[in-house]
């Protein structure tokens, strides 16, 4: 079995320290397992993000063993009423907007005239 390198030493003792330090706190441990859950997939190769991650995670530690944070949680944006059910369009953006060339009306809804003005 081959010997871990001093980069993957370094996150596998940052998460232990952070699941150590979100002991207590409500949604921490669910939230550190879920990112690096969601980071695990990076390749080997990727250093500087791997190296970006880390450094982020420590800043982390830090305000979590600073004693102001009480619990650990993320923002999640949630699909208002407004935007389109398949995710199409930008955020926040009716589906009915836009200048659409296969729709016949406009952002206006008025009707287009052709180029001819027939």
């Known amino acids: ?3 871990h ?7 596998l003792s940052l998460y232990r320290e952070l ?3 979100g002991r ?3 949604g921490a441990e669910a939230r550190v397992r879920a990112e690096f859950r969601q980071h695990a997939c990076l390749p080997r190769s990727d250093v500087l993000r791997i190296e970006y991650l880390y450094r ?3 800043r982390q530690l830090q305000m979590l063993r600073s004693g102001h944070a009480t619990a ?6 949630t699909r208002g009423p407004t935007e389109e059910s398949n995710g199409a369009g930008a955020p926040g953006t009716l589906s009915g907007e836009g200048d659409d ?4 009306l406009d952002s206006m809804r008025t009707p287009k005239t052709p ?3 027939r």
Do not use: E
Request: proline share 9%; glycine share 12%.
């Open 5 to 11: 390198s001093r980069l993957q030493r370094q996150v």
């Open 1 to 3: 079995m081959s010997r």
């Open 115 to 117: 180029l001819d003005g």
């Open 19 to 21: 699941l150590r330090a």
């Open 101 to 104: 060339p296969r729709k016949p």
């Open 24 to 26: 207590g706190k409500p």
């Open 72 to 77: 650990m949680g993320a923002f999640v944006r």
């Open 56 to 58: 982020r995670g420590r």
